[in-house]
Nanobody, 115 residues
Framework: QVQLVESGGGLVQAGGSLRLSCAASEMTVRINTMGWHRQAPGKQRELVATITTGGTTNTANSVKGRFTISRVNAKNTAYLQMNSLKPEDTAVYYC?????????WGQGTQVTVSS
């Protein structure tokens, strides 16, 4: 069983920055892809960014150029640096980790961007 602990959410003004972290509880498991989805009120959950063990990233067009995903494999931890935040980025952000084909989810962290 792998638990993902998220941190770094909060309230920020438009144009500001936040950095989310996602740390796996187990250091001995091999995690394949890690990433984040987000879900705004009344909307479907959408992919934000992913990163493979080798560092290959994929970022949604809506956040491309503003959000950067990274990871430290030795710590089984991923990061999402969010710059130039917009009110439409307001959502609950959920990190996930693929371990041997099984997907684990974090508890979610609220990001609120005020205009």
């Amino acid at each position: 069983q792998v638990q993902l602990v998220e941190s770094g959410g909060g309230l920020v003004q438009a144009g500001g920055s936040l950095r989310l972290s996602c740390a796996a509880s187990e250091m001995t498991v091999r995690i394949n892809t890690m990433g984040w989805h987000r879900q705004a009120p009344g909307k479907q959950r959408e992919l934000v960014a992913t990163i493979t063990t080798g560092g290959t990233t994929n970022t949604a067009n809506s956040v491309k150029g503003r959000f950067t995903i990274s990871r430290v494999n030795a710590k089984n931890t991923a990061y999402l640096q969010m710059n130039s935040l917009k009110p439409e980025d307001t959502a609950v952000y959920y990190c996930y980790a693929n371990v041997g084909g099984y997907v684990y989810w974090g508890q979610g962290t609220q990001v609120t961007v005020s205009s």
